[in-house]
Every structure is written in C-alpha cells, then in structure tokens.
Nanobody, 117 residues
Framework: QVRLVESGGGLVQAGGSLRLSCAASGYIVSINYMGWYRQAPGKQRDLVATFTNGGTTNYADSVKGRFTISRDNAKNTVYLQMNNLKPEDTAVYYC???????????WGKGTQVTVSS
C-alpha cells in the first residue's frame, strides 16, 4: 500500500504563488509515476503535471511555464510550485502515484486551491 498526504493549498490572489507538497509513504518502491491532478467543481479530474522515475515531466498546456513539478527523493516528497496563479486554477489538487507492477493508482485526499480575481 502507498499513502499520499498533500499540503500547501490555500487562498491566494491572482498572480500569486503557492507550493503544494505530497509526502509518500508505504511501499513506494513499487511506484513508477507520481504527479498532480486537479478537479474543479462540476468538472472531471484532469492532469496537471507528472513525473516518471526516469525523470521525464509532463505538463498540461494550461499550466506550462507557470507550474513546476519537482521531487525530493530523500524525503519521498513531490512538489508543485505554482506561479502566476489564475482564477481558473481554482480546484482541489490531488496527488497521484501509479504502480505498473500492481496496475494500481493511489490518490491523496486532496488540497483546496482557491485563486481570487
């Protein structure tokens, strides 16, 4: 099992910044991919940014140039630095981890990000 705990959400004005953290614990050696997704009210959950063990990153077009995903392997933590935030970035942000060995997705409980105009 893998446990993911997010932190760092909050309320910020447009143009501001936030940094989200996702601490992973448990059987993390089985994890191939980690990343961030978000879900706005009434909408589906969408990819924001992902990280593979090989170091490849992938970003949604809407956040390219503003968001940066990074990780600290020693702390088993993945970060999402969000700059120049826009009201349309308002959503619950979820940390995700995927194990190809078990073909299983793991999710955190989410952290709310609200951007005011």
């Amino acid at each position: 099992q893998v446990r993911l705990v997010e932190s760092g959400g909050g309320l910020v004005q447009a143009g501001g910044s936030l940094r989200l953290s996702c601490a992973a614990s448990g059987y993390i050696v089985s994890i191939n991919y980690m990343g961030w997704y978000r879900q706005a009210p009434g909408k589906q959950r969408d990819l924001v940014a992902t990280f593979t063990n090989g170091g490849t990153t992938n970003y949604a077009d809407s956040v390219k140039g503003r968001f940066t995903i990074s990780r600290d392997n020693a702390k088993n933590t993945v970060y999402l630095q969000m700059n120049n935030l826009k009201p349309e970035d308002t959503a619950v942000y979820y940390c995700n981890a995927y194990s190809s060995r078990y073909d299983k997705d793991y999710w955190g409980k989410g952290t709310q990000v609200t951007v005011s105009s």
